[in-house]
DNA sequence: CCATCACCATTCCAAATTGGAATATCAGAT
DNA sequence: ATCTGATATTCCAATTTGGAATGGTGATGG
């Protein structure tokens, strides 16, 4: 027997006082009324209104029952609508994980915008180079460079990055420059531990695996390493653009085609996806859609 | 669908993290447990469950409802212990009505000894002459002189009373004292309106219909009246003890068999007596008993 | 890369449960 | 004493539920 339904019964019962006025109300009959309320009693193992041909009268049990089934339905009703709520409204904290460089340079606009269009959203920015699991550490969406492998999750794609090849020049200096990707092979380089394909490097639709010297989870690692003339490393252009005006790194295969490298917003696939996560990934793609643009 | 019960494999499945382990717990089968988490995410409007073949892991919905769900669980367990406690043990407040001069005269001193031996039980006695209603007035028990006509009632008689009668000197100098009961005719009586035959007086098992002069619910009433002289009344006799010493009035018939007045305990009947009014009858009972043997 | 495994969803059918209608029962009202 | 209005009970049809088997899917390991 469904005890629910028999405390929505039971309420019904106590402020109508009676079982038929109440099978009217609820459009069934008084047997089934009478069946609920006698499950209920036997179920809870006390009585819940003293009966009379005439009339029933809540006996004191069934008061003190009555206010706690009054609580009950009224906190369920609330706790289901706030839930339903916080997925439906733009409202709640919204977790994010990106990388340290992409974060810093490249999210903290958006982010901003973001929150003044939905002044009800906060944010809770962990910058984590890491891979890091969105249903372990509780992530709403995760930035990554790195297409999905992971199941169960979605990515939309927010831009694809210029991706740009430089050494220093003491390296350069040193090893000599390169000038066909061909020989790579005679050079050491930096390599982003989290890409899938972290040693094969894509130049002119050509595949060159490439020697590590040292890999990490680290960009801005990678990008120090390169300064300090380690070897050979690739990444997006905006991150190295001011190393190059410093003269700290110095841009190979400039005039050659580069493979792009893609920039995924990722979240947790769900049939009732709270909404701050689809405006958010919504926002930010097109963001960075009509940056693109300009 | 039992929600409830879906709640409950619900808190199991979210500890366990996974449908199969809470089936083996259950006793029950994988898919009843599937089916029972698919009603109750329907039911809600949200999933509880990010699903994966290999595991699954509560949604930020799912831990917030979670939490939900064991406050529910847990406040109505604990709601129903209590309620329960109160009806098997001698606690809570014992609602008690009596009429006053039986109240302040005959109950003060069980109603000490009762709270002594059952320190937790507090009594709220309601001092009315009138005929409560035990339902309406949400009393516990009445104490009553008249016998019983309610139903859903039980009665336990306490006592009898030795009912005396009596005018004032006054007034039997104006009327003539009446020596036999065939007398009474010639006389008019107060009499107590809340006695089933309160015109029918009973003097050595033969009954007298009298004239009434003054009927009233309030026995201290009665006796003032004849105090003042407007006629015979008929009392217990601890209640006029007092007057007679003084002179206000006068016993009449004082060698005749007279009948006796009973008192009952009355309260509602039920499959699930609060334990603090059984032992309450109980107690008054026997201590008018043991009053009588001395 | 493919076979295997572990797990959840679904389907189908038998079994248990529920609800409706009629009937019994009960106590107050007339 | 009978009538009336209310709840309890009974019986059966309809619905719902649970179990077993099947299907599907993603992780794992050789």
New interface residues.
């Given amino acids: ?5 028999c405390i929505k019964v039971f309420r019904h019962v106590a402020r109508l006082e009676s079982f038929t006025a109440t099978a009217i109300e609820l459009n069934t009959t008084q047997g089934a009324v009478s069946k609920k309320i006698a499950w209920l009693e036997g179920d ?4 819940l209104f ?3 041909s005439r009339k029933i ?1 809540l ?3 069934g008061k ?2 009555l206010g ?1 089934c009054h ?2 339905i009224e ?2 009703t609330l ?2 609508q706030l ?2 709520k ?2 439906s409204l733009a409202v709640g904290t919204l977790k994010i994980s990106a990388p340290s460089a992409f974060a810093t340079q490249r999210l903290a606009v958006p982010i901003r915008k973001f929150l003044i269009a939905n002044p009800e959203v906060k944010i809770d920015i962990s910058v984590d180079d890491k891979h890091v699991d969105l ?1 372990r550490d ?1 992530i ?1 969406i995760a930035i990554r460079a790195s297409y999905l492998k992971d ?2 999750l979605k990515a939309k794609k927010l831009l694809d990055h210029d991706v740009c090849y430089f050494a220093s020049p003491d390296y350069l200096k040193n090893n000599g420059t390169p000038v066909v990707p061909e020989e790579l092979s005679k050079h050491t380089c930096l390599t982003y531990s989290l890409s899938t394909t972290s040693n094969v490097w894509q130049i002119n639709k050509k595949k060159f695996v490439v020697r590590e010297l040292v890999t990490s989870d680290s960009p801005e690692m990678l990008v120090k390493m390169a300064i300090l003339g380690c070897g050979i490393a690739a990444m997006p252009k905006w991150m190295v653009q001011e190393s190059f005006k410093m003269n700290q790194l110095t841009e190979l295969f400039a005039d050659h085609q580069k493979s792009s490298l893609p920039m995924y917003a990722v979240y ?5 996806l ?1 909404y701050r996560i689809r405006a958010f990934v919504d926002f930010i793609a097109s963001y960075f859609e009509s940056e693109l643009a300009n």
Wanted: overall charge negative; glycine content about 4%.
């Fill in positions: 027997m469904d005890k629910l339904a809870l193992g006390f009585t003293h009966r009379n009268s006996t004191s049990a003190q029952y706690f609580e009950l906190k369920m706790t289901e839930i339903n916080q997925l249903y509780d709403d199941s169960g947790k696939n769900s049939d009732y709270p």
